[in-house]
């Protein structure tokens, strides 16, 4: 393969026979001995056999095959190398889906745990905001960066276990807002997205964190119903805001992930936070300052380790889990 591209995303470099403009671009000359993904264009694609249904694509015992619409079809291949072949509806880039599910599902694939959620650096450690669709997410996270938060994602937030300890990852660059939120954003890249049927706006904020990976302290769950404190609690909180979920389930190393999911239940607080109810920018910011308050609370606590969260409550959670 011709490598004329890298970026960076997710604590990996990105080798690609086309600019990844969904991540961080890496300079030519970089050095950058991270742990690598190869994405590369094919005039057809291999012959893997049968393979299982799932979601519109294909599993196989070393990756998957999916395709978006007749535009293009990928075939991730053991978490290390992504082809993509593409068909009569090709525009010339790769389309969201990549920078979404495949790159989700090739994370997952290589041990990481990917989070529907938006991801904030304040006072150099990592929050999750998490919650149902409509709950505020993007929003919050919008008005957290003017009050000095840094973005580490947006929708799709990883994280990862390494030794015990746990690690949030820097996401894509980008965020996608209502045009309203986006013009409210210190930002350095501003514009419509194409075919989006909600009209957002894609944007670059230059509020972003700088460290590829951060501690995590927490997880802020958008959620107008209480949270009991309890281990089981605390968990089936995490699994219920995992990205794309069915396929995660179907991934031959499910047992580390629900492994580490028990350890960062373990680790970490959850708390609550209203959801939204109003786009009004003064309610959007008194909201924020809100948050930022519970964040820090999160932060300056001691970790929430807990001797309840046995084997036992993660059966009762639906996450039986086995050892590494």
């Known amino acids: 393969m011709s490598e004329e591209y890298r970026a960076s995303a997710f604590g990996l470099t990105w080798y690609s026979d086309i600019v990844l403009d969904g991540f961080d671009q890496c300079p030519p000359t970089l050095d950058t001995p991270r742990p690598c993904i190869r994405v590369t264009r094919v005039a057809a694609l291999a012959d893997r056999g049968p393979g299982r249904a799932l979601n519109r694509g294909l599993l196989y015992p070393d990756g998957i095959r999916l395709g978006w619409g007749d535009a293009v079809v990928f075939d991730m291949i053991d978490g290390e190398r992504i082809d993509y072949l593409p068909g009569p509806g090709w525009r010339g880039s790769l389309p969201f889906t990549f920078y979404s599910t495949i790159s989700a599902v090739t994370l997952a694939w290589r041990g990481a745990i990917p ?3 938006c991801m904030v650096e ?84 230059r509020a972003r964190a700088a460290d590829s990976a951060l501690p995590l302290a927490g997880l802020l769950t958008l959620t107008d119903q209480p949270l009991v404190p309890d281990a089981r609690a605390k968990l089936t909180a995490l699994a219920a805001h995992l990205f794309r979920p069915r396929w995660l389930a179907a991934l031959p190393n499910q047992a580390i992930r629900r492994h580490d999911l028990l350890t960062i239940a373990a680790a970490i607080p959850v708390a609550t936070f209203p959801a939204i109810t109003t786009f009004d920018p003064h309610d959007q910011q008194d909201r924020a300052h809100r948050a930022l308050a519970r964040i820090r609370t999160m932060i300056a606590a001691p970790s929430a380790r807990t001797s309840g969260l046995t084997r036992a409550s993660a059966r009762a959670a639906g996450l039986g889990v086995t050892e590494k």
Do not use: C, Y
Not at 140 to 169: N, Q, Y
């Open 115 to 117: 989070f529907h959620a």
């Open 122 to 205: 304040v006072n150099g450690i990592a929050v999750l905001i998490a919650g149902r669709s409509g709950a505020g997410k993007s929003s919050l996270t919008a008005a957290l960066l003017s009050l000095g938060a840094r973005l580490i994602a947006d929708d799709l937030a990883v994280v990862r276990v390494v030794d015990g300890r746990i690690e949030a990852l820097r996401g894509r660059p980008t965020m996608r807002q209502h045009r309203d939120t986006a013009a409210r954003i210190d930002a350095d890249l501003r514009a419509p997205v194409p075919d989006d049927p909600r009209g957002k706006w894609l944007v670059r904020p």
